[in-house]
């Protein structure tokens, strides 16, 4: 991954989506360059273009928090996607540790570990699942017991994942979108521009979603899967910051009540209820890491 302009790369990203229309402007003729000029986006946002060219360039970098909100509106940038420029231009960015983040704390397994009939998992901003009750690692079964624990890598690069998600295109884009809203925070995280240059270098959906640079992070959401163990589920997410340590997120997932996928979670949670719960190398948690 390039992370010599990151602010750059979003500002070129976005004018190209941007129409005249949707910026507001009124046009004619054929446009060689898809979405807004950089003339364009200079006029709307009261800079000029040779300041707005650099910044695209990535020889200005730190526009002030007035010029960066209005980028956004000409750009017609929503609160996430504003939220991400003003992290880009500048804002004070969370110190990166090399192995990662603080530990799960041993009292949010202890709660989790409690909800028998709710999935949950622990993610940080990578999405790697960093921590989850038993009936969380039984719905994500098929891709922790093989290793894999990061959610956006299993999406592009594991073969079963398109099984797994029976809506993967908009499961792809809603885990580049969530990813996208964490590196924000990582610009410098030598672990996060691994992951980008893996997922670069092997899959070509990846690289063409990634340009879009789309941010949106998990918040409440529907999402469908195929449990080889259970069937078909659809389980709806709510994401909540962990405020002890703000690089992670709970994730718990629920069924409508008496629907089949709350059946179906039933089932999951029967047919795992004798396996012991799974954890990952390097966290510090209540039980031991096997399967």
Not at 155 to 172: C, K, M, Q, S, T
Request: charged share 25%.
């Amino acid at each position: 991954m390039d992370t010599r302009n990151p602010l750059g790369q979003f500002l070129r990203a976005r004018r190209e989506m941007t129409s005249p229309a949707r910026a507001g402007l009124l046009w004619s003729g054929h446009r060689r360059t898809p979405g807004l000029r950089r003339e364009e986006v200079a006029e709307l946002s009261g800079v000029s273009t040779d300041y707005y060219r650099r910044l695209e360039q990535g020889r200005e970098r730190h526009p002030s928090a007035q010029v960066v909100n209005a980028l956004a509106c000409a750009l017609d940038l929503n609160t996430e996607e504003t939220g991400h420029l003003h992290r880009l231009a500048g804002a004070a960015r969370e110190p990166v540790r090399r192995g990662g983040g603080a530990p799960v704390g041993p009292s949010l397994l202890r709660l989790m570990d409690g909800w028998l009939d709710t999935p949950a998992l622990i993610l940080d901003r990578r999405l790697d699942v960093l921590a989850g009750n038993r009936l969380g690692y039984a719905l994500f079964a098929g891709m922790l017991r093989q290793g894999e624990t990061n959610l956006v890598r299993f999406i592009f690069l594991n073969p079963g994942a398109r099984d797994f998600y029976p809506d993967w295109e908009r499961v792809a884009r809603s885990g580049l979108a969530a990813l996208r809203a964490g590196s924000g925070h990582l610009t410098n995280d030598p672990r996060l521009t691994e992951l980008i240059d893996e997922l670069s270098l092997k899959s070509r959906e990846f690289r063409t979603l990634w340009a879009r640079h789309d941010v949106r992070g998990k918040a409440h959401e529907a999402k469908r899967f195929h449990h080889p163990q259970v069937g078909e589920l659809t389980l709806t997410y709510d994401s909540f910051t962990v405020d002890s340590a703000r690089h992670q997120q709970l994730v718990v997932y629920q069924a409508e009540p008496g629907s089949a996928s709350r059946q179906a979670l039933a089932l999951l949670g029967a047919v795992e209820a004798g396996d012991r719960p799974v954890g990952l190398a390097g966290q510090a948690r209540s039980w031991s890491v096997t399967w």
